[in-house]
């Protein structure tokens, strides 16, 4: 699992409450994703970073943000969480090499905005 | 949007059968991937092919890719129980940094 872990595993939360889930490599990767995903639209990729303070958006970004203080933590934040945000959401570390380019995902965590 | 789709959505087989499933997408890539998901956990990498590459194994996993079709298919022979998950790929965008999930398929091996 390349020491990933994600906090908190599981939150419900209310709309219009901000929420930040917080991914953590133990193996100093450079790239860090953060995916949703929602029943019919497998992954989709919200923001990803490619170094500390360095991040760009994904396919799905509006409504969330990111940060990248340090090369082992990625936070993910939603200012004021939706209903449609809802889902499970996915950190990913990649790996590449002469090789292989691999991404190694987190558990995932469940969030429910009510 | 690159996303791939996988065909079929779903696929239901007895153990001991092959599974194939397919995928396809939209624009060049560098490479595509194959991830397999279990119920409630995360993705699991399974087997990278290289846009130069046609075909390649890795034990039980068998990966073709047709860059001028714009598919690829993922091949699981003597399917177990234990195989039975989601399989989705992955595409990245020539010089980009960004991946492409598809909408997976969801495998049932049947003991």
């Known amino acids: 699992d390349a020491g990933i872990t994600q906090s908190p595993r599981h939150k419900v939360t209310e709309t219009g409450t901000p929420v930040t889930l917080r991914c953590h490599q133990t193996?100093?990767?450079?790239?860090m994703y953060w995916y949703r995903q929602d029943p019919g639209h497998g992954l989709r990729l919200i923001h990803y970073?490619?170094?500390?303070?360095?991040?760009d958006k994904g396919e799905v970004s509006d409504g969330y943000s990111v940060s990248r203080s340090k090369t082992e933590d990625f936070l993910l934040t939603l200012e004021s969480a939706t209903s449609s945000q809802t889902s499970v959401y996915f950190c990913a570390i990649r790996k590449t090499g002469l090789v292989n380019d691999t991404q190694y995902f987190g558990p995932g965590t469940r969030l429910t905005v009510l | 949007s690159q996303q791939g789709e996988e065909d079929p959505q779903a696929l239901s087989i007895q153990e001991g059968e092959n599974a194939t499933m397919n995928c396809s997408y939209k624009t060049s890539i560098n490479n595509l991937q194959w991830y397999r998901q279990n119920s409630g956990r995360g993705l699991v990498h399974l087997i990278l092919i290289r846009s130069n590459e046609r075909e390649k194994h890795s034990g039980r996993l068998r990966v073709t890719l047709d860059t001028s079709k714009k598919s690829s298919s993922l091949l699981i022979t003597a399917s177990r129980a234990a195989d039975t998950a989601s399989y989705f790929c992955a595409t990245d965008a020539k010089g980009g940094n960004q991946f492409y999930f598809g909408t997976g398929t969801s495998l049932t091996v049947i003991p």
């Open positions: 193996e100093n990767h450079r790239y």
């Open positions: 970073s490619y170094g500390v303070k360095d991040t």
